[in-house]
């Protein structure tokens, strides 16, 4: 999208008309239109505290929780978002974070390893599982969305497995080192910090989606995602390695999958073998909502970040509002198809 | 052009459909008067006795006209769970009923809506600790013993079982599981198959063929819930070798339209009921809410159900 931006832009200016490049530049910021067009629903519907008679909805503490409650699916679209503009399809992201929400809790609660080396041996693992996604799609020439769902099911099931099939929390089995409760970090990571207020979970999203934007838009590797995306073919011919950057782009969202399974084991104060069924869809709808194509080649992670604020304000105003699941999941569903449509660039 | 058109029309529809339900809130709000608001948080309403308890919560509700009920379904998420916790008490609400999905996770911010002067009963699930006001729940221990005893009575203390699993990873599954071991305990009966079929028919449908098709000798089923045992019962069915009628089928929750029904129509020897307590909570609640001191513990009963009892309601054990 930004490459089509650009020569979008030089065309106009080429042609002189002032117009053109007006619509251009109002297109690229389609995604924030429709982020305003959220938030003020948001505003208008939201209800007021029954003591104060504050709407809930524009206060801080709201803001906040609206991203704490979506740093998960963040993390995971993060990483979804280089998987998408190579052209691909990282299914197995929610299975990934399972395991290491379990992994974590098991060294962390049962072999009572200290937080630091826990965090780097789970960090590694997800990445490689990342790495076996990327050799399987690029050196075995398996399709991505067949490669990354094997690695779902048996991710999952690696999960369940070291965990002999039950919830790692203190004192689950009569070996686990912690018997209590939990380690420090685990209640420090969903803590607000002092001051500011925003939660180290938040924190680490914020964070990594920053320094994800900086290597996509900055360095090689992100041009050369890019090109892969948009023309493997020419991608290849103009000496670009695809197997490589495929394994490393699989690897670093695995790797994200696992970031997010060490939130998810602290949000959840315990290592559920279960956690995160059904998130690959959410991240995958957070990259879509933002603009970024899912044939690979155009989009952003400023794209992504957008379309996940617009997921986490939707299910925030829904949530606050007390919507029944029935019209919760019809309304989200029209109002992915719009922000789409929104987001679209014209054809022609 | 036309993409514009859509667009606008869909927006529209979004905003009456949020608006229609927000009016609805708030209509009711101003007409009821309500003293006291109640924020209720279910973990799942994907399952029918989360259905049933609502349904009781708001059967209760609907006798004091002084409460008035919000309904939140966390969708089977412990973390959309916390969130639902930390919005009540946002929103101010008198008194906070949980049904937790998990029960660590949702610890810290049940204590914090405790800690706040907000009353929490909790339901069903417990939470660590004991910041809380009220627990009510049913004992899966003694539903399961029952369900063991039962069996060694009209087996005549022995034969071969079949148990069919609730998810394992799940504290009543675990339950049900141990107390039925305490109730055959010292009698001839032999479990010859388990399998963990997550609360769900289909799986139990399944599994139950390949029991059917490696056991000759199967004297009665075992099945953690109703439809588990339902789906136990077609497989022998489908087998078309008329075991169903030989085979004792014995399920746990007596839901109306699940358990109890299948009672009636004798699919199943028996069922155990595991009550809800949304009756209960809403009692409590009243009571909690006009001042009155409450156990901190609320332990339910359970009812069995066989053909004979059945249209008298169970019997309670």
Redesign the interface.
């Known amino acids: 999208m930004l490459r089509k931006r650009k020569s979008e832009g030089v065309t106009s200016s080429a042609d002189g008309s002032g117009i053109r490049a007006l619509i251009n530049t109002l297109d690229a910021y389609r995604g924030i239109a429709a982020f305003i067009?959220v938030f003020l629903?948001g505003v208008i519907?939201s209800?007021r505290?029954?003591?104060?008679g504050r709407p809930?909805f524009v206060?801080f503490?709201?803001q906040l929780?609206i991203l704490y409650?979506y740093c998960?699916y963040g993390l995971l679209a993060t990483g979804m978002t280089l998987v998408i503009l190579t052209g691909g399809i990282d299914l197995s992201v929610s299975s990934v974070l399972g395991f290491c929400a379990t992994f974590f809790a098991l060294l962390t609660i049962g072999y009572g390893w200290d937080i630091a080396p826990a965090v780097i041996v789970v960090i590694c693992a997800g990445f490689a599982m990342g790495a076996v996604n990327g050799a399987l799609i690029s050196r075995f020439r398996i399709q991505p969305f067949v490669a990354t769902l094997a690695m779902m099911v048996s991710a999952r099931g690696l999960a369940?497995f070291i965990s002999g099939?039950?919830?790692v929390?203190p004192a689950a089995e009569p070996w686990y080192r912690c018997t209590e409760s939990t380690p420090y970090f685990y209640?420090w990571m969903?803590k607000s910090l002092p001051g500011i207020g925003v939660q180290p979970s938040t924190l680490l999203f914020l964070i990594s989606i920053v320094v994800m934007a900086v290597v996509v838009k900055y360095t090689t590797y992100g041009r050369r995602i890019y090109a892969i995306g948009g023309n493997e073919e020419a991608a290849r011919l103009s000496g670009i390695r695809i197997s490589w950057n495929k394994i490393l782009t699989y690897a670093l969202c695995a790797g994200f999958a696992a970031l997010a399974g060490i939130v998810?084991a602290c949000?959840?104060?315990?290592g559920?073998?279960?956690a995160g069924t059904g998130f690959e869809l959410e991240a995958i709808a957070a990259v879509v909502i933002g603009g970024t194509s899912l044939m690979g080649g155009k989009g952003s992670m400023v794209f992504t970040f957008i379309g996940v604020l617009i997921m986490a304000y939707i299910s925030k105003?829904?949530?606050?509002?007390?919507?029944?699941?029935a019209?919760r999941m019809?309304?989200q569903g029209?109002?992915i198809?719009?922000a789409v449509?929104?987001q679209?660039q014209r054809r022609r | 052009m036309r993409?514009a058109a859509?667009?606008l029309v869909?927006?529209a529809?979004?905003?009456l459909?949020?608006?229609g339900?927000?009016k609805k809130?708030a209509e009711t709000g101003e007409k009821v008067k309500a003293k006291w608001?109640i924020g209720m948080s279910q973990c799942n309403?994907g399952e029918p006795w989360r259905v049933q308890m609502n349904k009781d919560i708001a059967e209760a509700a609907k006798a004091h006209p002084e409460i008035k009920v919000?309904?939140?379904?966390a969708?089977n998420k412990?973390?959309?769970q916390?969130?639902?916790v930390?919005?009540f008490k946002?929103?101010?609400?008198d008194l906070i009923i949980i049904s937790p999905k998990?029960s660590?996770?949702l610890?810290?911010p049940v204590a914090e809506a405790y800690r706040a002067g907000i009353p929490v009963i909790v339901l069903d699930r417990k939470v660590e600790g004991s910041e809380y006001t009220c627990f009510i729940g049913a004992d899966n221990v003694k539903i399961g013993r029952e369900a063991g005893k039962f069996l060694v009575k009209i087996l005549g203390g022995k034969g071969n079982v079949v148990e069919l699993k609730g998810l394992?990873?799940s504290t009543p599954g675990q339950e049900r599981h141990k107390g039925f071991m305490e109730g055959i305990k010292g009698s001839q009966i032999k479990i010859i198959f388990d399998a963990d079929c997550k609360w769900l028919e289909p799986n139990a449908r399944d599994e139950m063929t390949s029991a059917l098709s490696r056991f000759d000798k199967i004297d009665a089923v075992y099945a953690h819930n109703d439809p588990s045992a339902h789906g136990a019962y077609m497989a022998a069915r489908q087998e078309g070798k008329g075991r169903e009628k030989t085979i004792k089928f014995i399920g746990i929750d007596a839901l109306p339209t699940e358990g109890v029904r299948y009672v009636r129509d004798g699919i199943l020897t028996a069922t155990f009921q595991y009550p809800t307590g949304g009756k209960e909570a809403i009692e409590t609640a009243i009571q909690i809410l006009s001042g009155k001191k409450v156990p901190k513990n609320i332990t339910l009963g359970t009812r069995i159900f066989t053909k004979d009892n059945v249209d008298k309601g169970g019997e309670p054990l």
Request: aromatic share 4%.
């Open positions: 067009v629903l519907f209800p505290a029954l003591d104060t809930i206060s503490r709201t929780d409650e998960e369940k099939g039950i919830k929390q209640l969903t998810n949000r959840q104060d315990l559920d073998p279960e105003i829904l949530s606050l509002n007390a919507v029944p699941i019209p019809i309304i029209a109002i198809v719009i449509l929104i679209q | 993409k859509v667009v869909l927006m529809a979004v905003a459909f949020i608006a339900c927000g809130e608001t309403l919000v309904f939140k379904d969708q412990s973390e959309t916390q969130a639902q930390r919005e946002q929103l101010g609400v998990e660590r996770p610890t810290g394992m990873t």
